[in-house]
C-alpha cells in the first residue's frame, strides 16, 4: 500500500477540499491499468491473434484509434515479441493525451522539448507518418540512451535527438517550429499511483523549484515557435502553481492565447478562479484530467497559439559547428554502400530516395527525405541506426534498417524454423543448421521481420542488438 505524505494530503484538502483528497487516497490505493498503443506498422488482427497465445486481452478505447486497454494478460504485456519488436507500445491513457492534441502532420516542423523517455516523440512520429521534421530533445543523458532506445525500437526515422536544457534551445532556433510538445518535468501527484516515491519529497518549495522551471521551458517554447504556430503544454501533476498559475504569468507577458482542447476522456475545465484571485479566463480552455474521473493518470493539458512575434535570442553558436551532412542515396559518399545493399538483398534502390544519410564514422544512420537540416552540429544523433560499415568496407545493417526494409527484401532471408531457433536468435546466440549462402541475412519468423544475422560454416550467427537483450521475451 502506497503511503501518500502529509504535504500532499494537506495540499490537496486546502486547495480542492475534503472529498477531493480521500478520492485522490482512494484512487492510488488501487491497480493502475494499463494501456498500449498499437504503432500504425502493424498488422492489428494479426497482432490480436498473437497477443491471445499470451493470454492476453484488449479492449478498445473510444476516441482514439489506436489506443487499447488491457483487460487481461497485463503481467505478460512488456514481454512478448510483438512488444519487444515495437508493434506496439505501453503508455497510459493519460500520457496519450497531449501528442493527439498536438497533433502534427508531416509538414509540421514539430518539437518534443522534454522528450525522454520517448512515449509522447514515438507517438507524435506516428502522428506525422514517421516523416518531416521531428526534434526530440531532453536534458538528462542517461534518460536520452532510453529515448534512442524507444526511437530505434518504435522504428522512428524522422527524428533528431538533442541533448540540452531547454530553456536554452530558443538561443539556437528562432520562430522555427510550427508544432512544440511541452511535457514539462513537474512534481507528478497524476502518477503517483506507479511512482509512490514522490511522496518522499514532495512539499509546497519544491513545486515552486519545478514550476519556475516550467515557466522558462515554456518561454522558450514560445520563442521557438511561429507566429500562427500551436504549442501543447502538458503535466502529470495536480497542483495549481505546476499549471493554472504558469500560464496565467505567461499570458501576462508573452503573445500567446488558449484554445479549446478536446479530449476522448473525461476531464474537468482548468481553473480560473484561485482563492478569489482572478486568472485570464482563457485558461478555461485547458483541461484537468481527473485520475478517478478517467480512471488513467493525472494529467493537465493546454494548447496555445501564437499570436505574434517574440524577440530573438542568440545562443553561442561558434562551438556547434554543422557538420553533420546528410547525404542523399545518389551523392557520391553513400552511393556505392547503397548499391551493394540493393544488390545483395535484391532492394529496389529507389526505396533508398526516401531517405538522406548520415556517416559518423563507421555508423552509417539515416532520416526521412524531409528532414530539415537546420544547425545539424547540435545534435547527438539524427535519424536512426542504418548500418555499419564493415572491414571489408561493405555496411551490415542495423536491425531498425532490416525491420524498415524487410518488406522490399527479395533475396538474402533466413526464415527461423521453430521456438527454439527463436530463443537463440533473441538470445544472440548460433543457430546451428546449414545455410543456402554465407553473410549477412534478414530474420524473418512467422512474418514478423527479427532483424538480422550472419551464416557462415557454422551456422546463421544471431545480431540481435545486446540492448534488445536484457528484456525478458516469453515465447508462447
Ligand atoms: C515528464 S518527463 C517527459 C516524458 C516524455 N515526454 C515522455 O512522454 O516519455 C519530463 C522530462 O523533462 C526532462 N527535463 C527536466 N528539466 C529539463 C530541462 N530544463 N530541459 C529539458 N528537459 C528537461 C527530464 O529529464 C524528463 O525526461
Known sequence: MIEIGKNITEYLRENFGDEYMSRFVEFYDSEPKTHIRISPRSDKQKLFEALTHYGIELKGVQGIPNAYEVTRGVDMVGKTIDYILGAYYIQSLSSMLPAL??????????????????????????????????????????????????????????????????????????????????????????????????????????????????????????????????????????????????????????????????????????????????????????????????????????????????????????????????????????????????????????????????????DIYFVDGRWDSIHTGLFNRIGSKFGAVDKKNRVQLHMLAAQILGKYVAKNRAELKNKSELEIYFRGGVIRRPFDSKGQKIVFYDDKILGTAVASDEGLKSQFPRAFRTQEIVIP
Open 101 to 362: 492534441v498536438l497533433n502534427p502532420s508531416p509538414k509540421d516542423k514539430t518539437l518534443d522539448l522534454c522528450a525522454a523517455p520517448g512515449s509522447k516523440t514515438t507517438q507524435l512520429s506516428e502522428l506525422m507518418s514517421n516523416r518531416g521534421t521531428l526534434v526530440s530533445n531532453d536534458i538528462s543523458i542517461d534518460r536520452l540512451r532510453v529515448l534512442m532506445y524507444n526511437i530505434d525500437k518504435m522504428n522512428v526515422v524522422n527524428a533528431g535527438v538533442l541533448n540540452k536544457k531547454g530553456e536554452l534551445l530558443c538561443g539556437f532556433f528562432d520562430e522555427y517550429f510550427d508544432r512544440i510538445l511541452v511535457d514539462a518535468p513537474c512534481s507528478a501527484l497524476g502518477i503517483i499511483q506507479k511512482k509512490g516515491e514522490v511522496s518522499n519529497w514532495w512539499n509546497r518549495n519544491k513545486v515552486s523549484g519545478i514550476a519556475e522551471i516550467q515557466y522558462k521551458l515554456l518561454v522558450s517554447g514560445i520563442r521557438m515557435l511561429k507566429v500562427g504556430g500551436e504549442l501543447v503544454y502538458s503535466t502529470c501533476t495536480l497542483t495549481l502553481e505546476e499549471n493554472e498559475l504558469v500560464l496565467n504569468k505567461i499570458l501576462e507577458k508573452y503573445p500567446v492565447e488558449l484554445v479549446d482542447v478536446e479530449l476522448p476522456v473525461e476531464s474537468r475545465e482548468a481553473f480560473t478562479d484561485i482563492r478569489g484571485v482572478k486568472l485570464n479566463p482563457g485558461i478555461s480552455k485547458a483541461k484537468r484530467i481527473v485520475p478517478w474521473e478517467a480512471g488513467s493518470e493525472g494529467f493537465f493539458v493546454a494548447k496555445l497559439v501564437k499570436s505574434d512575434k517574440t524577440d530573438k535570442r542568440n545562443a553561442d553558436k561558434s562551438r556547434f559547428k554543422n557538420d553533420i551532412k546528410l547525404l542523399n542515396a545518389n551523392s557520391r559518399d553513400i552511393k556505392n554502400y547503397l548499391s551493394e545493399i540493393s544488390d545483395y538483398y535484391g532492394i529496389e534502390k529507389s526505396v533508398f530516395d526516401d531517405y538522406r544519410f548520415i556517416q559518423r564514422s563507421k
